[in-house]
C-alpha cells in the first residue's frame, strides 16, 4: 500500500521561505501513471490545491500561488519537495501530500502537517 | 477565479439518506470536471471516495455513491451510519489541468 509522509520545519519566519518534503512509500514515484501534490488547509478552513509534479519533472500550480510556489522531485529519494518563498501568516496551514492518477483521482495522502508562520 | 460552491451543512438522521451537492461558478457540472469526493473527519487526512463522478475506491463502503444531479455533483449517502458525521470536500478539475476545492460539507448525524 502506498504511503505519503510529509516532513520539514513546524515554525518558519515571515518572508522566509517555508520548505517540506514528502517521502513515498510501497511505490516508485518514477514508475510513472501518478502526478504527486501539494495541498493545503488554512485553520478550520476548506482545501487548496498547491500545485503537483509528474514524476518527469513536469509541474502545474495555482494561479493565486505560482510567483512562490517550486514544486521538485527527487527519483532517488521516492520524494517530491515544496518550497513557498516569502512566506507570511496567511501561509499558516496544515500542508498535505496526495498521490492523483490519470484517471483524475487523488487516492493516497499524508497524514498532514502543521506550519506555522511566525516570529 | 472559479467558486465551487458546496451546502455549508446537512443533517440527517442515522439509517437514512442524503445528497450533497457541488456546483461550479462557470456553470452546470458534467463528466468533463471529473468530480471526486473526499471525507474528513477532525484531525484526520482526507480519505478519497469517490472520482470521476460515480468510480469508487477499493476502500469507499457501498453506501457512498456519485453521480450528476441537475447541474451539480452529488454525493449520496445511503443508510447513514454514526461514523459519516464528517467533513465532505468536493474537486472539480477544469481544463483537466487544474484542481479546485469545494469550501466543504459539514456532515451531522443526528
Known amino acids: 500500500q502506498v504511503q505519503l509522509q510529509e516532513s520539514g520545519p513546524g515554525l518558519v519566519k515571515p518572508s522566509q521561505t517555508l520548505s517540506l518534503t514528502c517521502t513515498v512509500s510501497g511505490g516508485s514515484i518514477s514508475s510513472g501513471g501518478y502526478y504527486w501534490s501539494w495541498i493545503r488547509q488554512h485553520p478550520g478552513k476548506g482545501l487548496e490545491w498547491i500545485g503537483y509534479i509528474y514524476y518527469s519533472g513536469s509541474t502545474y500550480y495555482n494561479p493565486s500561488l505560482k510567483s512562490r510556489v517550486t514544486i521538485s522531485v527527487d527519483t532517488s529519494k521516492n520524494q517530491f519537495s515544496l518550497k513557498l518563498s516569502s512566506v507570511t501568516a496567511a501561509d499558516t496551514a496544515v500542508y498535505y501530500c496526495a498521490r492523483g492518477g490519470y484517471s483524475y483521482d487523488v487516492d493516497y495522502w499524508g497524514q498532514g502537517t502543521l506550519v506555522t508562520v511566525s516570529s | 477565479q472559479t467558486v465551487v460552491t458546496q451546502e455549508p451543512s446537512l443533517t440527517v438522521s442515522p439509517g437514512g439518506t442524503v445528497t450533497l451537492t457541488c456546483a461550479s461558478s462557470?456553470?452546470?457540472?458534467?463528466?468533463?470536471?471529473?468530480p471526486n469526493w473526499f471525507q474528513q473527519k477532525p484531525g484526520q487526512a482526507p480519505r478519497a471516495l469517490i472520482y470521476?463522478?460515480?468510480n469508487k475506491h477499493s476502500w469507499t463502503p457501498a453506501r457512498f455513491s456519485g453521480s450528476l444531479l441537475g447541474g451539480k455533483a452529488a454525493l449520496t449517502l445511503s443508510g447513514v451510519q454514526p461514523e459519516d458525521e464528517a467533513e465532505y470536500y468536493c474537486?472539480?478539475?477544469?481544463?483537466?489541468?487544474?484542481?479546485?476545492f469545494g469550501g466543504g460539507t459539514k456532515l451531522t448525524v443526528l
Open positions: 474537486l472539480l478539475y477544469y481544463g483537466g489541468v487544474e484542481g479546485v
Open positions: 462557470t456553470g452546470a457540472v458534467t463528466s468533463g470536471y471529473y
Open positions: 470521476s463522478t460515480s
